[in-house]
């Protein structure tokens, strides 16, 4: 990175009094100036390989409506995945989602260093700072990672217009899943869809959340729902009435003992 580059993360509603962080890791499409477009078209940037488009749309009205702290990405997956260890493959990747990365081959063991010192180690940084603050005001903070998915997947349709992932830790999950059928009976909520909390694809709700205790839920909405400012506007706002309901319960603010 240079000087004149944006920072790596941002801390949105960092003094928010809510019972939790919010974490948003693919929220940005953004390339430090030095690595151009990584070899890729400029339109790649704009597709979903890139970001998850929306989701930082979504993380902002959550963040403001539950007064509760948002630590968003500044930089591209394809920089560097920071849902992903430091020491997987899946980290830098060189192909994602059948697009070959040209500004990710062959990199030296300090262009790849460079990358998780200076964009992951930040980010994580930043998440663990929300955390522990967060631990002064009660000891189990909830940790609520935004994602978006495509809502095509291989010429086929999604049927979802939410994924609610978890892991054996379920406190979260159920009590949203139960409070968006309320809601909105409209929809069809997928239950560990399109993915699951399960898979071993992931690392910051399982660095943040998993070995802590912490309770935790992560959400995929699809992304034709949200790709202006009126639907992230719509489930946004869907997303923070839910959550408010969840997440008054004292009794979900303990350590997971399963």
Not at 10 to 30: E, F, L, Q, W, Y
Not at 31 to 39: A, M, Q
Not at 164 to 179: G, I
Request: glycine residues 10%; contains cysteine.
């Amino acid at each position: 990175m240079t000087a004149d580059d944006p920072v790596p993360v941002t801390v949105r509603n960092g003094g928010g009094k809510g019972p939790g962080v919010i974490v948003c890791d693919h929220a940005s499409n953004r390339v430090p100036s030095r690595l151009g477009t990584l070899g890729l078209p400029e339109e790649s940037l704009r597709k979903h390989i890139a970001f998850d488009i929306g989701a930082q749309g979504v993380a902002e009205v959550v963040s403001d409506m539950l007064d509760m702290p948002a630590i968003i990405g500044g930089y591209s997956r394809l920089v560097v995945d920071l849902n992903r260890p430091e020491d997987d493959f899946t980290c830098i990747r060189e192909i994602y989602d059948g697009a070959i990365i040209p500004g990710n081959r062959r990199l030296s063991p300090a262009e790849h260093a460079a990358r998780i010192e200076e964009l992951l180690h930040p980010y994580h940084q930043a998440v663990t700072e929300a955390l522990d603050r967060k631990c002064d005001q009660l000891p189990f903070p909830a940790v609520i990672s935004m994602h978006s998915c495509t809502d095509l997947y291989r010429d086929v349709r999604r049927p979802w217009h939410i994924g609610v992932l978890s892991n054996r830790d379920r406190r979260m999950a159920e009590r949203v899943l139960q409070r968006l059928a309320a809601h909105r009976p409209d929809l069809t909520i997928g239950d560990n869809k399109p993915y699951s909390g399960m898979d071993p694809y992931g690392h910051t709700v399982e660095r943040h959340a998993l070995p802590q205790g912490r309770p935790n839920v992560l959400f995929e909405v699809r992304q034709d729902l949200i790709g202006d400012a009126a639907g992230q506007r719509e489930f946004g706002e869907l997303l923070g009435t839910v959550l408010m309901e969840v997440l008054g319960d004292p009794s979900l603010f303990t350590r997971f003992q399963g």
